[in-house]
């Protein structure tokens, strides 16, 4: 079974600062994905940032981005330039391939970013 | 857009009640999703349907059932609630064509076991 560490439960960032969310994970697959998502007060979850594990390419979304090391199993989140709407709570999340199955999620970081 | 619906933002119930969330989607998925969230333990994997009248147990289905009678609509429900059910749930679905794509959420219902 898969599993998905996030080592990190809380974490703050002065605005404008950049941060780096952690993300580990444990698999005996070779083709998969990962996500971030986040979560804000309103509570709704927000897809961030996904990445296909064939691509070496780490993926990027505008202020995020993530640094993919297959080999480590590490899926690591970074955000340039925080923002106060940044805060949130942020899970990563694992998926098999084919895709056709449910999402393994970490226990979460909650992120604030302070003015 | 994806539109995830979930029926009620906030829930009260009592010990004992049969109680049913429920969650539509408007995007023809055919997968869907029912979570549990609790602090500190993330999201939770209740049960999975990949399509119409299918349903697959998830990490911790114990206490709950589900129903997919329209592709469009997952319920989950709560057999006879108990205080340990008092949770955030959350919906999801998911295009099964296409192996990255992502899962899409509800807004959540927060339920309360009395």
């Known amino acids: 079974a898969q599993t998905v560490t996030q080592s990190q439960p809380e974490m703050s960032v002065q605005e404008a600062e950049t941060v780096t969310l952690s993300c580990t994970y444990d698999t005996s697959e070779n083709n998969y994905y990962l996500f971030w998502y986040k979560q804000p007060p309103s509570r709704q979850m927000i897809l961030v940032i996904r990445?296909?594990?064939?691509?070496?390419q780490n993926a990027t979304e505008n202020r995020f981005s993530v640094n993919f090391q297959k080999a480590a199993k590490s899926f690591s989140l970074k955000i340039s330039d925080s923002q106060l709407g940044d805060t949130a709570m942020y899970f990563c999340?694992?998926?098999?391939?084919?895709?056709?199955?449910?999402?393994?999620f970490g226990k979460g970081t909650r992120l604030s970013v302070i003015a | 857009d994806v539109k995830v619906t979930q029926s009620s933002r906030y829930l009260v119930k009592r010990t004992g009640e049969k109680v049913f969330l429920e969650c539509v989607q408007d995007m023809d998925h055919e997968n869907m999703f029912w979570y549990r969230q609790d602090p500190g333990l993330g999201l939770r994997l209740i049960y999975f349907?990949?399509?119409?009248?299918?349903?697959e147990k998830g990490d911790i289905p114990e206490g709950y059932s589900v129903s997919r009678e329209k592709k469009e609509r997952f319920s989950l429900i709560l057999e006879s609630a108990s205080t340990n059910q008092t949770s955030m749930y959350l919906c999801?679905?998911?295009?099964?064509?296409?192996?990255?794509?992502?899962?899409?959420f509800g807004d959540g219902t927060r339920l309360s076991i009395l």
């Open positions: 349907s990949y399509d119409v009248k299918m349903k």
């Open positions: 999340a694992f998926m098999k391939h084919p895709g056709n199955t449910p999402l393994v």
């Open positions: 990445q296909e594990a064939y691509k070496q």
């Open positions: 999801a679905s998911r295009d099964s064509l296409g192996s990255n794509q992502p899962q899409h």
